[in-house]
């Protein structure tokens, strides 16, 4: 079977086409295909024109009417367009129906993402992911791929028995794939359980940093950790997870995880593709959401991470609220307006550093809140349960006497029963 998956060619000429629907307004339209800009440009292809079409009714053919169909397909050709970019999911009926009509490429803002996250994903989970989900998404899409539908083929094997279609062997080979990616990646998934258990035995509190994608979640990892997470200006720079140390102002240290971004009108099976990269938000202390200060749909972006956290199992989790690149917003009412509507919120700059100082005191004052205080006297050949106190906990006390060292420190939970047999003066 040739490999079916299209890639986006360099400098493809592109047309996006937006769809206005009753329950949308003109703002949330325009926000949306400026996004679909944007990932077409990640996607590599070059924007030449676009176009927003009120629906009150889908077509079943076409998606929009007809006669519009046929208007944007005229267009398309008197504009020398290669690929026809849809900002909604369409059929695989309807590709087949738009690329019949236009002569040239029709894909949605689904493929385009799906075509992002292949080009990116480096950790072998991602790309076992991504492999997953290319297959579902193009399994009833067969039809699409092939001219020679009706040339029956003879063969024997694996390609099938004699009269066989060539769709049918496709088709098996593709959901046999699927077969096949699902188990590996259950058995990747087994060893990244294995790898959180043992991390979590580790008495070390961590949070997941969450967000639309290029709100700036890995640069605030790389200023708070002094690492060097890739960072690039574009929709999903980071795919796999990344997990750093950092030291809060207390001492304590924090295991700081970065995720992959959200965006509007994410597929479902991307995010149950994603679920086991993003277990990270699940599982950890608490919550950093980051937003784009400076973005004019943010509070569209704020219910995107609310919706997908919801339905990854995080959405209880504790929040800190954090509005990165301030240094962008050049009226003063802009913060402002931000300020009432998100009045628990942190406003930093990863830029300039503006805010950091108040976003480490906030993560600390939620680690605070779960600190038991306890009163440990601790023999000194047991030097490295004091070592293990530094790192875990906030010391408020500390003095050595004879051949034992007297310590009040706030413990977090998980770390509680290492001390509990020094506690009150017991050895």
């Known amino acids: 079977m040739i490999d079916l998956w299209e890639k986006a060619a360099r400098n493809e000429r592109a047309m996006l086409l937006g769809i206005k629907t009753k329950e949308q307004d003109d703002q949330d339209t325009e926000d949306l295909l400026v996004e679909l800009a944007e990932l077409t440009e990640t996607f590599g292809a070059r924007v030449i024109d676009r176009c927003v079409v009120r629906l009150d009714k889908p077509n079943p053919r076409y998606l929009i009417g007809n006669g519009k169909a046929s208007e944007i397909a005229r267009r398309c050709r008197q504009r020398q367009i290669d690929v026809l970019i849809f900002d909604d999911s369409l059929s695989p009926s309807q590709q087949r129906n738009w690329e019949k009509l236009a002569k040239l490429r029709v894909i949605d803002r689904q493929e385009v993402i799906l075509d992002i996250f292949c080009t990116r994903a480096s950790t072998q989970?991602?790309?076992?992911?991504?492999?997953?989900?290319?297959?579902?998404?193009?399994?009833?899409?067969?039809?699409?791929?092939?001219?020679?539908?009706?040339r029956q083929r003879g063969g024997v094997g694996l390609r099938g028995g004699e009269g066989e279609a060539q769709i049918e062997v496709d088709a098996r080979l593709v959901r046999d794939r699927i077969t096949k990616l699902r188990r590996d990646l259950v058995n990747v998934r087994k060893r990244r359980a294995e790898q959180r258990k043992k991390r979590q035995k580790k008495p070390v509190p961590n949070a997941a940093i969450v967000g639309y994608t290029n709100a700036g979640k890995s640069s605030l990892l790389n200023v708070l950790s002094d690492a060097d997470v890739f960072v690039e200006d574009k929709l999903f720079a980071t795919l796999d997870p990344t997990t750093r140390r950092i030291r809060l102002q207390n001492n304590q240290t924090l295991l700081l995880t970065d995720t992959v971004g959200f965006v509007r009108k994410?597929?479902?099976?991307?995010?149950?593709?994603?679920?086991?990269?993003l277990e990270e938000a699940t599982v950890g202390d608490f919550l950093v959401h980051v937003l784009d200060a400076s973005a004019p749909a943010v509070d569209e972006h704020v219910k995107t991470t609310e919706r997908v956290l919801e339905e990854i199992g995080a959405g209880c989790k504790e929040i800190i609220t954090v509005f990165n690149k301030v240094d962008l917003l050049t009226a003063p009412y802009m913060r402002a307006r931000l300020r009432r509507r998100y009045p628990d919120a942190v406003f930093i700059s990863t830029k300039t550093g503006k805010g950091l100082a108040d976003l480490m005191a906030r993560m600390r004052e939620i680690l605070d809140d779960n600190l038991e205080t306890m009163d440990l006297r601790i023999p000194q050949s047991k030097y490295d349960l004091v070592a293990l106190l530094h790192r875990t906990s906030h010391i408020l006390s500390e003095r050595y006497e004879d051949d034992a060292i007297y310590v009040r420190a706030a413990v977090p939970p998980d770390s509680r029963t290492n001390f509990q047999p020094y506690e009150d003066g017991e050895v």
């Open 125 to 150: 989970e991602a790309v076992l992911q991504i492999s997953l989900a290319q297959a579902e998404y193009l399994l009833p899409r067969l039809k699409r791929a092939w001219t020679h539908l009706s």
């Open 266 to 277: 994410l597929p479902h099976n991307l995010v149950e593709a994603f679920k086991s990269t």
